[in-house]
């Protein structure tokens, strides 16, 4: 089992930053790919961000190319979303999740991922 815990969320202003952190614990880090999803009142899921166990290649959604930044430091057992450019559509629960180096799948879906966190709230006001 791998256990994750966002945090980093709260209030802020349409053009701010935020920092989102996702701790793991539970089996070693380096043996995951971690994503980023987020989930706005009435709306499915949707992927924001990803990144392979050793940091090599990251995806993201093209809506938030050059705003949202993924990265990860293994020895933290830590991944991070920078979130740059805030804009109120960008207001959602963010969850972090993780998937077993092994898998191939695409990492833009949900059902590839193996653990998931509960979730940190952003929100952003105009």
């Known amino acids: 089992q791998v256990q994750l815990v966002e945090s980093g969320g709260g209030l802020v202003q349409a053009g701010g930053s935020l920092r989102l952190s996702c701790a793991a614990s539970?089996?070693?880090?380096?043996?995951?790919?971690m994503g980023w999803f987020r989930q706005a009142p009435g709306k499915e899921r949707e992927f924001v961000a990803a990144?392979?166990?050793?940091?090599?290649?990251?995806y993201y959604i093209d809506s938030m190319k050059g705003r949202f930044t993924v990265s990860r430091d293994n020895s933290k057992n830590t991944v991070y979303l920078q979130m740059n450019s805030l804009k109120p559509e960008d207001t959602a629960v963010y969850y972090c999740?993780?998937?077993?180096?092994?898998?191939?799948?695409?990492?833009?879906?949900?059902?590839?991922?193996?653990?998931w966190g509960h979730g940190t709230q952003v929100t952003v006001s105009s």
């Open positions: 990144i392979t166990w050793n940091g090599g290649t990251t």
């Open positions: 999740a993780a998937r077993a180096a092994r898998r191939s799948g695409d990492y833009y879906r949900p059902h590839e991922y193996d653990y």
């Open positions: 539970g089996r070693p880090f380096g043996g995951y790919g």
